[in-house]
């Protein structure tokens, strides 16, 4: 090669270029959302607890969640929630970001000293993307 030969890119450079470029791009979006979603599946769930007379009331924030995915567990005086959600199909649409974890859990201790009937307690998924878990207390709270 003399200092006078050119090197030429190939007609199709710009378009490979644009290629490669997308998929850096798109290979980086998954792995960053797939590490957001790890994050928030090692996060506990959002949580509140409240006392009437008769009951204790968990509220956890289940965004996504279905009666079917969830399970609630008493253990050690905790209220102990796993879900585990789907991401629903969306035809002609294809995951960029999967941002959201798919699999949470949470836990909130009860107050000691309050005897309560985990067997009589109920669940539900409310259409705001809650989960409330109601505890009684065992005679009413007396």
């Avoid at 959302?33 to 996060?43: D, L, P, S, W």
């Avoid at 974890?101 to 998924?125: F, I």
Wanted: aromatic share 6%.
């Amino acid at each position: 090669m003399t200092e006078h030969d050119q090197i030429t890119a190939p007609e199709d450079a710009p378009r490979r270029l644009k290629e490669l470029g997308e998929s850096i791009a798109t290979n980086a979006l998954e792995r960053v959302g797939r590490g957001v979603a790890r994050f928030h599946e090692r996060t506990p769930l959002p949580s509140d607890l409240l006392e009437s007379d008769d009951a204790f009331l968990v509220v956890f924030d289940a965004p996504g969640a279905r009666q079917k995915d969830v399970q609630v567990r008493f253990v050690d005086n905790e209220v102990r929630v796993a879900i585990d959600r789907f991401r629903d199909f969306h035809e002609g649409y294809e995951m960029r970001f999967p941002g959201r974890g798919l699999s949470l859990d949470g836990a909130v201790a009860l107050p000691e000293g309050v005897a309560v009937d985990p067997e009589g307690a109920t669940a539900t998924v409310t259409r705001s993307g809650t989960l409330e878990v109601v505890v009684p207390k065992r005679g009413g709270g007396e």
